[in-house]
């Protein structure tokens, strides 16, 4: 594994490599900076530029962009009280009160640290489980894949909303858009409804580009006002001082600031619960860990800290999941598969056997794009911030023509713009009645992986689906989908028991 490192580190910082991974990471915290607009939109709004791009400099701007869009929205979280994420919403609670007291300089230098230590710790942790994961992934045939991205979209619906019934709605209706087109083992063609475009199915990118960009963007424009009033704005004054101070927070926390990193790691590897569960997490176990508990929620930089280093560690263990399995762990490296499919990347053991340095040309610039993130966010933090006083409807002018121009510029068919807008609209009546997106477009992704798995099941069995309860690793699976699938039924059975 040593020369694949060598390799991926070496392929990654040769020619144009550097410049990519600053503009792309500039690009991610303008992106993070701008509410609404998440990092997962940023990335997939760059695909259509790196269509002809050769592969290592396509992942190099996709993970710069991933990694440098996080602290971007911790700027503003800080600031001026608005994450530029949902997954920066935990650093408000102590962050903003920091600004307030004049002690903004110190909260931005304790995230900046524990964002870029914390991203670190993540890709350790990735590294040190490949060898694992070329190891496990072996013991998976049909069946094993076939049960887990099933597992992987019912644990995505039953964590992505309030309603586990919405979010298998969502799952649902993903599986059926996916399913239009060609089988792929008969070559059979189904609901194309006699067009040549559908049969090849309904293409992912502009479905993407629809319910994640063109919908946000049409919600942005409906409220047609600015992010915020600019009398409701926190003292801005920096100091490197207050930076020093903060950065020493972490050290002086550190044992706080490594369990938080460890369990944004755990949860990011987790398919379905995110940067907003792992941040969550972080900050309660802050909380519940301190001696003295009366300055959270009033400015107490430990509950900057541990979000921040939650956050950002939990990138590097969603890729687990991802570049082994191909079901991602969150939304973000679930359109970083997207972006690997896009080029002709397979995952699974092909991507950790011969073309594993691949891997690490990606972790590279995850790791690079985290560290200069911070450096330049404390540097340029004052004026930053002031980009989310731009109205929403000039931030949504823009993100539609992009998403337009995206959707055309991927094979030059108008027919994929109004797959791109009818999926907006949709998207945008997803947000209206708080449907979860993210369980719709990860079953899209795992579509495929579940019909092909399926169909060799069949073929093994032939005809019978029972190894799919005979195996021992997808009986396990399948029994905990039955158990997430049943819990809205489980959970009144047992409060009831209860009283």
């Known amino acids: 594994m040593t020369e694949a490192i060598l390799e991926g580190v070496g392929r990654a910082l040769a020619g144009p490599g550097p410049l990519i991974i600053l503009l792309g990471t500039v690009y991610g915290m303008l992106v993070g900076v701008l509410p609404g607009i998440s990092g997962a939109v940023g990335m997939i709004l760059i695909v259509p530029v790196t269509f002809a791009w050769p592969l290592d400099h396509a992942l190099l701007l996709f993970a710069a962009a991933w990694g440098g869009s996080s602290y971007g929205g911790a700027i503003t979280a800080i600031l001026i009280n608005i994450p530029g994420e949902s997954t920066n ?25 524990a964002t870029a230590l914390g991203a670190t710790i993540g890709i350790v942790v990735l590294i040190a489980t490949i060898p694992v994961l070329r190891s496990v992934v072996l013991f998976f045939g049909p069946a094993e894949f076939f049960a887990l991205a099933l597992l992987g979209i019912a644990v995505i619906a039953f964590v992505s909303g309030e309603s586990v019934v919405k979010g298998l709605f969502s799952g649902a209706l993903g599986l059926l858009v996916g399913l239009h087109g060609f089988n792929p083992i008969t070559g059979v063609s189904r609901f194309d409804f006699g067009t040549l475009y559908l049969q090849d199915g309904i293409p992912l990118f502009p479905v993407f580009i629809g319910m994640f960009a063109m919908a946000q963007a049409i919600e942005l424009a409906v409220h047609h006002r600015t992010v915020i009033d600019v009398a ?112 002709g990347v397979r995952v699974g053991p092909e991507l950790l056997g011969p073309n594993l340095a691949l891997v690490f040309v990606l972790l590279t610039s995850l790791f690079a794009s985290n ?42 068919l108008f027919e994929d713009v109004l797959v791109m807008l009818a999926f907006g609209v949709v998207g945008y009546l997803f947000i209206l009645r708080k449907v979860p997106i993210v369980p719709m477009v990860i079953a899209l992704l795992l579509v495929k992986v579940l019909e092909t798995s399926l169909n060799q099941v069949l073929q093994i069995g032939d005809g019978s689906p029972a190894l799919l309860w005979t195996r021992p690793i997808s009986l396990v699976l399948l029994v905990a989908i039955a158990l997430i699938v049943a819990s809205p039924l489980i959970r009144p059975a047992l409060r009831s028991i209860r009283r």
């Open 89 to 113: 919403a935990m650093t408000t609670l102590d962050g903003y009160p920091m600004a307030k007291q004049g002690r903004a300089s110190e909260a931005l230098g304790a995230s900046a640290l």
């Open 232 to 343: 409701e704005q926190a003292p801005m004054a920096v100091s490197f001082a207050g930076f020093v101070r903060g950065m020493r927070a972490v050290f002086t926390h550190f044992g706080l600031f490594v369990r938080s990193s460890i369990i944004g790691t755990i949860v990011g590897a987790i398919p379905g619960p995110g940067g907003a569960v792992a941040t969550f997490l972080a900050y309660g176990h802050a909380v519940a860990t301190a001696k003295d508990k009366s300055g959270f929620g009033k400015g107490d930089i430990r509950g900057v800290i541990a979000p921040e280093a939650s956050n950002d560690a939990k990138d590097g263990g969603s890729l687990m999941p991802t570049l082994a399995f191909g079901v991602p762990g969150t939304v973000a490296s679930g359109v970083m598969l997207l972006a690997l499919q896009f080029h």
């Open 371 to 412: 560290w200069i993130t911070s450096i330049i966010g404390l540097l340029l933090a004052r004026w930053l911030a002031k980009l989310s006083i731009v109205p929403t409807t000039m931030i949504s002018a823009v993100v539609i023509v992009t998403s337009v121009a995206g959707a055309l510029a991927t094979r030059g």
